[in-house]
């Protein structure tokens, strides 16, 4: 059920590019979202939320979670995004793979699948972060999709030993953005004392009552105190609404 291998399953892609098309600089804002796309149930209405929504036409960055690899690869052709895909373990709702996606209008350099320690209580499945260096212009920016365990699977202290996972690993780096389904609130506080900018911390509900999906930065300014917010109408697209932030590089 579980894909133990630090390397596989892998799936990636990037979009060919126009002849003649100039080499982009260095920007001046990057726009952010991240958005738990349920099962990837519902991928066209996703795609439209992205066409349509002015915070989320202009995404640099998308980190999504329980994706599939056809899911994915959809979404970043109808976006003319690079993408990178791993999965975390096999759903056994629906029988395919459920994991976490990057997509990025910037270069991929390098990825990698972290692979987070504690298994969930009930069903025993794997929890993951999908990480890849995006060149944005000249500067490198790490990026990590994260979904973190859910209070019915795992207790508070677990959940803080999957964060400092992926703190350890985006150690080495000094511009780091974070994007997921962190399945809590108060961890951001762990985040914040590992030396990360929270500007969705205070944000409406992403979840039926809760304010649990969220960006953090390190190394990258939030743009100002308004440049962060939660999609309202998600279009029935998902159980979770989209966030999205604007970062200054």
């Keep these: 059920m579980n894909y133990t291998d630090a390397l596989r399953p892998r799936y990636a892609g990037a979009p060919a590019p126009a002849p003649g098309a100039a080499v982009p600089g260095d920007p001046d804002t990057l726009h952010v979202v991240t958005f738990n796309i349920q099962v990837a149930r519902h991928v066209d209405r996703a ?63 390098e990825d990698k699948k972290v692979v987070l320690p504690h298994l969930g209580r009930l069903a025993k499945t794997q929890r993951i972060a999908t990480a890849a260096t995006v060149l944005v212009g000249s500067v490198p920016v790490r990026v990590y999709s994260v979904h973190l365990g859910t209070m019915v699977d795992l207790g508070f202290r677990a959940r803080r030993d999957q964060v400092g996972a992926i703190l350890a690993d985006a150690a080495a780096y000094s511009r780091v953005i974070v994007g997921g389904d962190m399945n809590n609130h108060a961890i951001g506080d762990q985040f914040r004392a590992g030396g ?31 440049g962060a917010g939660v999609v309202r109408d998600n279009l029935g697209a998902s159980d979770h609404r989209p966030v999205w932030t604007v970062a200054l590089p």
């Design 196 to 226: 990360y900018l929270w500007p969705t911390e205070h944000n409406p509900n992403t979840d039926h009552f809760w304010n649990w999906d969220h960006i953090f930065l390190r190394g990258l300014e939030p743009r100002d105190s308004l």
């Design 47 to 109: 795609i439209e939320l992205f066409r349509s929504v002015p915070a989320m036409q202009h995404a640099d960055i998308i980190t999504l979670q329980e994706m599939d690899a056809p899911a994915t690869e959809r979404i970043a052709a109808a976006l003319g995004m690079a993408y990178v895909y791993y999965p975390a373990t096999v759903y056994r709702r629906t029988g395919r793979d459920f994991g976490n996606a990057i997509l990025s209008r910037w270069p991929i350099v």
